[in-house]
């Protein structure tokens, strides 16, 4: 290990693991660790996280990786942060929590309460939620329903704002994670009877959001004073950690989530966000970021996965994706309908619910694990059929995250799309450290960051026969998902 004389950390708080790592000012990670930790779904329709729970798992990673740079650490000069979103946490005067669970993206039980706020002072400030279960919205429900809890808070922080408190003593956002503009829309806060004083400050991306406290120095043995740069909401690091920073520019991030973005000139109207259930914030360099989301992307796999294997480790999924090679096109007549949360975009449906379609005695685990693939890139490129339809070009298309790590399933993601794609095995750590690196004046701009630090592994072209069959089987699974639709009574 022969670092530069800089070192910049990314500290990245997806959805399922707490990532932390430390690269160079050429995106060379020179050390890197994961710490899972896990969400609760205590009623139909809740999702959440303990504070506590993200506090302990990214702190195990950030120390493995302080322990793996040995003396190397002296050459850290900087944090940046990512964090999925959005999501709430009630917190006191010191910045605790005053519960031990915090509702998470995936939880919608505000949902009413979202569709009050759109009736009371319209949709703009839809952005982040799904499309009306945002930070809004689950602060309403909180008011409503836990007056007793409300009366102990003194602020209203999401997950970035929470974490930023962490490491700094204070609490500050930026517009991707926070407000999903570039301020927090007043009027809505109004109809809450919530004071924005009560909210964290809004700042830019590559701003320094704080310097960490004397205490988190001595536990991570890190310089007193090292600046937290404030980064962006974790879909917005993945993007730019795979070098999308262009008009045009767009990404599939295969995580927890399966999630499609595309870099626009500015954002789309908050109407549109609504009936097609898209979410678009700021993203750098003066231009946004809008796309929508299947809710379970590689989560269907580690759902599938766990119940035909009691052992589900990478080794495991590497193993049995390998066997799902070995089905053709189309899963030997296997359709999986792959909202195992509710269906994401472009139409926001709680209630859908996933399938097995098409089985025989003939099929085997390969058929269903591939049918899983396709499922989900059908689902995905039903997004991409929404841009199109809003007349968002797409010029060039990357994938990452776990699941694309997957030669067999990036290749049915290009078949299915019939585009080529653009394979970049980076994460939101390193968009995180990206940002970290321009706000710190180690990179004179995002553009310029994203050239030094950002190293596509491969392309990923479709094959015309396998795209010509795909066109079909998308006609089917849409036609069977909407028959569902209509018998559940969602359609």
């Not at 049915?412 to 995180?432: E, M, N």
Request: aromatic content about 8%; charged content about 20%; hydrophobic content about 45%.
């Amino acid at each position: 290990m022969t670092p530069q004389e800089k070192l910049v950390i990314g500290l990245d708080l997806g959805t399922t693991n707490a990532k932390a790592a430390a690269y160079d000012l050429e995106g060379k990670a020179l050390a890197q660790a994961a710490v899972p930790y896990s969400t609760q779904f205590p009623r139909s329709g809740w999702a959440e996280q303990r504070p506590s729970d993200w506090i302990d798992a990214l702190s195990a990673a950030w120390l493995q990786v302080m322990a793996e740079l040995g003396k190397f650490t002296k050459d850290v000069v900087g944090i940046g942060l990512s964090a999925h979103g959005p999501g709430l946490v009630l917190a006191d005067e010191s910045g605790q929590p005053v519960l031990d669970n915090s509702p998470t993206w995936q939880d919608e039980r505000c949902k009413a309460q979202g569709k009050w706020l759109l009736e009371r002072v319209g949709p703009e400030w839809i952005g982040l939620g799904m499309p009306l279960t945002g930070f809004p919205a689950k602060l309403l429900w909180a008011l409503q329903e836990q007056p007793e809890i409300i009366a102990k808070t003194r602020y209203a922080l999401g997950i970035k704002e929470f974490l930023v408190g962490w490491l700094t003593g204070h609490f500050v956002t930026e517009p991707s994670s926070g407000p999903g503009g570039v301020q927090w829309y007043r009027p809505v806060f109004e109809a809450l009877h919530w004071p924005l004083e009560k909210l964290a400050e809004v700042t830019l991306p590559t701003s320094v959001g704080g310097y960490i406290t004397p205490d988190i120095a001595a536990r991570f043995n890190v310089k007193a004073g090292l600046p937290v740069v404030m980064g962006l909401n974790d879909g917005a690091c993945a993007t730019l950690a795979a070098g999308a920073v262009r008009t045009g520019d767009a990404i599939i991030t295969m995580a927890t989530n399966g999630v499609a973005r595309i870099i626009l000139d500015g954002p789309i109207s908050p109407q549109v966000r609504l009936e097609k259930a898209l979410f678009c914030w700021p993203y750098v360099e003066k231009c946004w970021v809008a796309g929508g989301q299947t809710k379970s992307g590689a989560s269907s796999l580690q759902w599938l996965v766990q119940i035909i294997q009691a052992d589900h480790g990478d080794e495991t999924i590497r193993r049995i994706i390998s066997e799902a090679g070995e089905s053709p096109v189309g899963s030997r007549g296997v359709l999986f309908i792959p909202y195992l949360m509710g269906r994401g975009s472009p139409v926001d449906d709680p209630h859908a619910t996933g399938a097995f379609l098409g089985l025989c005695l003939s099929n085997n685990r390969a058929d269903m694990v591939r049918a899983v693939l396709e499922g989900v890139s059908f689902a995905i490129a039903e997004i991409f059929q929404t841009f199109s339809e809003l007349g968002l070009k797409v010029n060039r298309l990357k994938v990452t995250g776990g699941g694309a790590r997957s030669d067999l399933w990036r290749q049915i993601l290009a078949d299915v799309l019939g585009t080529p794609l653009t394979y970049v095995g980076t994460d939101s750590a390193l968009g995180a450290a990206m940002v970290a690196a321009v706000g710190l004046g180690l990179h004179s701009d995002v553009p310029s960051a994203a050239s030094a630090m950002s190293h596509p592994l491969g392309e990923t072209r479709p094959v015309l026969q396998n795209h010509e069959k795909y066109a079909g089987l998308l006609k089917k699974f849409w036609q069977i998902r909407d028959g569902m639709a209509a018998r559940q009574g969602n359609g």
